[in-house]
Structures are given as structure tokens and as C-alpha cells.
């Protein structure tokens, strides 16, 4: 025999469907999670804080290549549009192609840890940056592979 009083049942059947039927959300995608640097989406519409790129049509480069943006002695600081540090590959991924990118914040001699950028993706490279922190970012990509790369920022 049970000793539980029927409001504590309701309670817990009440319980018991909110996880399911939450469950069931994400599970059908439903419901956004956080995710990390994988889930990122552009903290406004166009216009963006930046849009970078490089291209070598002569092929003089064969391998990989870092590349600072925006160029010493110039730098990017954030704003209080977006709270974090956002990229979005604009390549065709024929010509320009994937690329890495991380965010070397000023004064520091390296980078936070590199991200990989698809494709038409947005990924986020730093999250929950101060506003008017100065930072630069390091693109490194495949020149033996893709002509270039192009991309967008937001921050």
C-alpha cells in the first residue's frame, strides 16, 4: 500500500511529462540548446563589424598559411551589439574554401584555440567578451587547396 498522498503523485506524474515531453523536443530539435562554439548565428542583420579575405590566383603559396586581420597596426575591438567574437565563412567552396580561425586578443602573443569555419557556417570564437576588448584574428587555411577564403565577423 502506498503511502503517497495524491497531490504528491500529480506532482510526480506532472514531473515525469514535462521530462518526457522535453525530451521528445531536443530529441526532434525543437527546442535550441546551447551548444558551444559549434552553435553560433550572427548577433545582428548586415552590415557586419568586418568582412576579410584573402585570394592568391597566381598560386604563389602552396600550404598552409596564418593570416592576422585586421593588418598591424590596426585592430578589432568588440561592442555591445554581440557578446561574443563571431565568423561566418561567405566562401563558395570551390575556390574559397574551410578555414580555421581563432581570436588573439592584444598583447597576447597567441591565440584562444583554433575553430573550424565551413562553409556558410557561423561559429563562435571567443564567447562573453568584454565590450572594448581589442582583439585580432588569425585565419589559417589551406593555399595548396583553395584559392582564398571569405568571411564576415561580428562582435
Not at 564567447?127 to 561580428?154: Q, S
Request: aromatic content about 16%.
Amino acid at each position: 500500500m502506498s503511502t503517497r498522498t495524491p497531490a504528491k503523485a500529480h506532482r510526480r506524474l506532472t514531473r515525469l511529462a514535462a521530462a518526457a515531453v522535453t525530451l521528445a523536443a531536443v530529441t526532434a530539435g525543437l527546442v535550441g540548446v546551447s551548444g558551444g562554439p559549434a552553435q553560433a548565428a550572427g548577433c545582428r542583420a548586415a552590415p557586419y563589424s568586418a568582412k576579410f579575405g584573402a585570394a592568391d590566383y597566381f598560386m604563389q603559396y602552396d600550404g598552409v598559411e596564418v593570416i592576422s586581420y585586421p593588418k598591424y597596426p590596426s585592430y578589432y575591438r568588440t561592442t555591445s551589439q554581440c557578446r561574443d567574437i563571431q565568423v561566418r565563412n561567405t566562401g563558395d567552396g570551390v575556390d574559397f574554401g574551410p578555414f580555421y580561425a581563432c581570436v588573439n586578443f592584444y598583447g597576447r602573443s597567441g591565440c584562444n584555440y583554433w575553430t573550424y569555419v565551413p562553409v556558410g557556417q557561423w561559429r563562435n570564437l571567443a564567447i562573453n567578451v568584454k565590450d572594448g576588448t581589442k582583439f585580432y584574428i588569425w585565419v589559417r587555411i589551406d593555399m595548396g587547396k583553395y584559392y582564398g577564403f571569405r568571411a564576415v565577423g561580428d562582435w
